[in-house]
């Protein structure tokens, strides 16, 4: 059965460190989401991604975040200088029309 | 903004009984999704619920949903062990007759325990 896939599965980094976050939606799926999940907390959206442009972004989604579609597979979720606060599990999700999403096993970021 | 409640947040259960988990939430919407979460894993998807009187059932599991009350139920059959995890219901306001963008809100989940 064909899922959502995310790389690295743990990453560490230092605060002010730029990072990448890496997801393979499933192949024909249309739209494509980044969520976060801060330990203990509840699951929070941050961006949506449809036709090779940004759909819907949250206020946590400032302009130290970026999404990027570069070849037909990848979608990635950059930080360009991460704060402790960054420190979460970062969810890839994918749907094909824009309804039941189905999610990737997540990455875990820790900021140091 | 757009606010998705559940209770209880926290459940401890019986193996054999049944109970009941709600989500409210408070602005109109006719989707719902029901996500399961074991500790360190992702969100695996239960049901999608997507109209008013909408009612799915998967083995132990039943949602249903009432679009004019804002409330959707998940309710649980002879709970067995491995039902045990945290269950989020999510509401997604922005289906506009044929387009969506998913902007999902999540409920703040509600761990299940079920213990013999």
């Known amino acids: ?34 969520y976060r999940q801060i330990l203990g907390q509840k699951v929070e959206f941050l961006v949506s991604f449809y036709n090779n442009e940004i759909s819907e972004k949250s206020e946590i989604f400032d ?14 979720l950059k ?34 | 903004e757009l606010k998705v409640e559940q209770n209880p947040l926290f459940l401890s259960m019986q193996e054999g009984k049944n ?28 049901f999608v619920l997507l109209s008013n009187g909408a009612v799915k059932q998967e083995g132990r599991l039943m949602a249903s949903l009432d679009t004019k009350a804002r409330l959707s139920t998940l309710h649980i059959t002879a709970a067995v062990h491995d039902l045990s995890a945290t269950y989020f219901c999510a509401v997604d306001p922005t289906w506009a007759g044929g387009t ?10 509600t761990i299940l325990t079920v213990h013999p």
């Open chain 2, 100 to 109: 969506s963008y998913g902007k999902l809100t999540f409920g703040q989940g």
């Open chain 1, 79 to 112: 930080i360009r200088s991460t704060k402790l606060e960054d420190s979460a599990m970062y969810f890839c999700a994918s749907s094909v029309y824009g309804n039941e999403q189905f999610f990737g096993p997540g990455t875990r970021l820790t900021v140091l």
């Open chain 2, 19 to 46: 109970y009941t988990i709600y989500c409210n939430y408070s602005t109109t919407s006719d989707r719902l999704y029901w996500y399961r979460q074991d500790p360190g894993k992702s969100l695996e998807s239960l």
């Open chain 1, 1 to 34: 059965e064909p899922e959502v896939t995310q790389t690295p599965s743990h990453q560490v980094t230092q605060m002010g460190q730029e990072v990448i976050l890496r997801c393979v939606p499933i192949s024909n799926h249309l739209y494509f989401y980044w």
């Open chain 1, 63 to 76: 302009d130290q975040f970026s999404v990027e579609r570069p070849d037909g597979s990848n979608f990635t």
